[in-house]
Nanobody, 112 residues
Framework: QVQLVQSGGGLVQPGGSLRLSCAAS????????MGWYRQAPGKQRELVAA???????NYADSVKGRFTISRDSAQKTAYLQMNSLKPEDTGVYYC??????WGQGTQVTVSS
């Protein structure tokens, strides 16, 4: 059974940083693309960042230069480092493998 367990998130002031983690089990982690998505209140879920099995990355325009996605295949964990956070980054963040298996979601709130 594939499981993704997220950690991190919380409340941070504008300009602050957070790091999200996503630990996978029950799957050959290194063979899949990992993605981080977010869903803001009243909006559709959107892809924030993704990292391929060989480390290629892509980002939503809104987070380029501020967010960094990475993965540790030995630990079966993906990360999302979020810097220079803005209020519009507020939402529930989800990790996913190949858009098929999903983490439980974690709230990120950027507010003063």
């Amino acid at each position: 059974q594939v499981q993704l367990v997220q950690s991190g998130g919380g409340l941070v002031q504008p300009g602050g940083s957070l790091r999200l983690s996503c630990a996978a089990s029950g799957i050959i982690f290194s063979g899949y693309t990992m993605g981080w998505y977010r869903q803001a209140p009243g909006k559709q879920r959107e892809l924030v960042a993704a990292i391929g099995s060989f480390g290629s990355t892509n980002y939503a325009d809104s987070v380029k230069g501020r967010f960094t996605i990475s993965r540790d295949s030995a630990q079966k964990t993906a990360y999302l480092q979020m810097n220079s956070l803005k209020p519009e980054d507020t939402g529930v963040y989800y990790c996913a493998i190949a858009g098929r298996w999903w983490g439980q979601g974690t709230q990120v709130t950027v507010s003063s």
